[in-house]
């Protein structure tokens, strides 16, 4: 049976002071620029142009010609180059933009359009080759670059919505190990509960931030959902530890990892669904 007094009462002013922060850092100014090889495939510049356009008033892409680009301070956060051949002057520019220290990608349709990636040593910070088939192909790619390449993977996300199932994917699988472990190594019965609860509250914070929502009452019943869901799932564990004893640990992490991943998924089809009707009402 599930008991009030272990709802993790001591850690809400924590959660609800890192869903500040979290709110605060998918406002952060994001800058974009694309290069473009006036060679490349048609279909690939309309598709990198299509995906960044930015949802939020801090995101800003600048998009010029590859022939006479210049790679100017400040350096934007990410660089993208699209290539069609002229591998010279893509090599020139995506070091241009390496030595200011922006992270480049490079798209082509094929690494024949695209300077070798041994031939091209890096600045301050790292050039990669990313190969498009296809369009979806191409987001899925350049949404998992950029959750990896930048410290702004928050805002961009919440800048474009192609970076979404990336960034989730990311928290969702983070949290879920950090409640695995949570659950292992609890050595005080019930000593888990807030930690792994609060994670899980903290999980739903940066999701809704993914999405671009503020820290509101809508978002204070997601935390409540997410408390409720937490203490349902501590509770499965109690009754199932009476059974397999020597094998608590395991169990408690497998329910740490599962339920947080049930607990995320939910919450990004939540967000998903909104956003799908927000659009279709527009």
Request: aromatic share 4%.
């Amino acid at each position: 049976m599930i008991n009030l007094k272990d709802i993790p009462i001591k850690e809400l002013k924590n959660v609800l002071d890192y869903g500040k922060s979290s709110s605060e850092a998918r406002k952060e100014p994001v800058a974009v620029d694309i290069v473009v090889d006036a060679n490349a495939p048609a279909q690939l510049i309309d598709a990198v142009k299509r995906a960044l356009v930015p949802e939020q008033p801090e995101g800003r892409v600048s998009v010029q010609a590859l022939e006479g680009s210049q790679a100017t301070a400040p350096a934007p956060d990410v660089a993208l180059v699209i290539a069609g051949g002229k591998v010279s002057e893509v090599a020139r520019i995506a070091k241009a933009y390496s030595t200011l220290g922006a992270p480049v990608a490079i798209l082509a349709e094929s690494s024949v359009d695209a300077p070798p990636m041994g031939a091209l040593s890096s600045g301050s910070a790292p050039i990669s080759l990313i190969i498009v088939t296809d369009e979806e192909n191409l987001l899925d790619k350049l949404g998992h670059w950029i959750v990896d390449s930048s410290s702004k993977d928050l805002a961009f996300a919440a800048n474009f919505p192609f970076v979404r199932p990336a960034k989730v994917d990311a928290l969702i699988g983070a949290c879920a190990v950090e409640n695995a472990a949570v659950g292992a190594v609890g050595l005080i019965p019930g000593a888990d509960m807030p930690i792994m609860t609060a994670n899980q509250a903290k999980l739903a914070l940066d999701i809704a931030a993914v999405y671009g929502h503020d820290l509101d009452k809508a978002r204070i019943a997601d935390l409540a959902g997410v408390v409720g869901a937490g203490l349902g799932y501590r509770a499965v564990a109690r009754q199932a530890l009476s059974f397999v004893p020597v094998f608590g640990w395991a169990l408690k992490a497998g329910m740490g990892y599962a339920g947080t991943k049930v607990t995320g998924e939910a919450l990004r089809k939540r967000f998903e669904l909104e956003d799908s009707l927000t659009s279709g009402g527009a």
